[in-house]
């Protein structure tokens, strides 16, 4: 029987001997390895879901919260939700140009001087502080003098989303090819013309997924919006007072001895989940069209 090329090449890449074994290994320790995570995060989803569930509607989501709760059907976490929609949108309206901006400067114009090394330093130190760190340092800069506010919630979430933006728009700015930008160099277009009308759009699909990224870690958060939004029960559009928050609201109800407090708490918690998840999905259907793209 005659052997195709197909055929040939096929057993060319494929690994014999120890290296096959060793390929093998790998593989199996890979899928374990996806088992021993995917189990846990199968149990939170799966309790949230079956705790949650029962008592999500359109008047949960939108209803004000009771101060007294008798019974799961009474009221809703409306407040919330709206308080989780103006706070993360501010925070992005703030952190996302800023993240973009620095990620320019350090890909295109900073080079190796040291103003780009120390943006590049502090955006990998901001990376990993604690997000209640960001909470305390808007409570003492704002909090102190001005009181707790929507705004000052902005803040500490903006701080907190600004290196995830610079790190992942500086990555894909990294992966635009130089022949673009010499191309264009050599059609007589200047460097700022270059970055907005080759640079950016070329890589505006991760740079998208990476904001949408930043946004979905934010809008979980609890511990910068406890020093700096508090809570409310009532539904407020002003920015300059206190402000309800959807993890905030989970954090009262869990603590409350009341049953159907805390069965609003799940209803929350599984809200949240999905609005994330969201986020999550549009980000990774953003970043394959640009793949394709």
């Known amino acids: 029987m005659a052997v195709t090329s197909e055929e040939r090449t096929a057993d060319l890449r494929e690994p014999a ?11 199996i320790l890979m899928y374990i390895a996806f088992v021993v995570v995917i189990i846990p995060l199968g149990f ?10 029962s008592i999500i509607s359109w008047q949960f ?20 939700v709206l308080g989780t929609l103006e706070i993360t949108a501010l925070a992005t309206v703030i952190a996302v140009p800023l993240g973009v901006l620095g990620a320019v400067y350090l890909n295109e114009y900073g080079g190796t001087n040291w103003l780009s090394k120390l943006i590049g330093f502090m955006a990998d130190v901001m990376t990993g502080v604690p997000s209640i760190v960001m909470g305390l340092f808007i409570f003492s800069i704002w909090v102190l003098h001005f009181g707790f506010s929507g705004l000052a919630g902005a803040f500490a979430l903006g701080c ?10 500086y990555e894909m700015l990294l992966l635009v090819p130089d022949a673009l930008r010499e ?3 050599a059609l007589g277009a200047s460097k700022s013309r270059v970055t907005l009308t080759v640079v950016l759009p070329a890589a505006a699909g991760g740079i998208v997924s990476g904001c949408l990224l930043a946004v979905a870690r934010a809008a979980g958060e609890t511990a910068p919006l406890l020093f700096t939004a508090a809570a409310t029960m009532k539904t407020n559009f002003k920015l300059s007072e206190p402000m309800n928050s959807l993890p905030v609201q989970i954090y009262n109800d869990v603590i409350s001895p009341t049953a159907a407090v ?3 708490a799940w209803g929350a918690a599984l809200t949240l989940v999905v609005m994330i ?11 394959r069209r640009s793949r394709i793209a």
């Open 17 to 27: 001997g120890w290296r096959r074994t060793k390929n093998r290994i790998a593989t």
């Open 183 to 185: 191309g264009s160099y």
């Open 262 to 264: 805390e069965e609003r």
């Open 61 to 80: 989501l939108t209803s004000p919260i009771p101060p007294v709760v008798a019974a799961a059907d009474e009221g809703g976490v409306g407040p919330a």
């Open 44 to 53: 939170v989803l799966y309790t949230t879901i079956a705790k949650g569930i």
């Open 277 to 287: 998840l969201l986020l999550n999905l549009f980000a990774r259907l953003v970043a």
């Open 160 to 169: 907190l989303m600004l290196p995830i933006v610079i790190r992942s728009t």
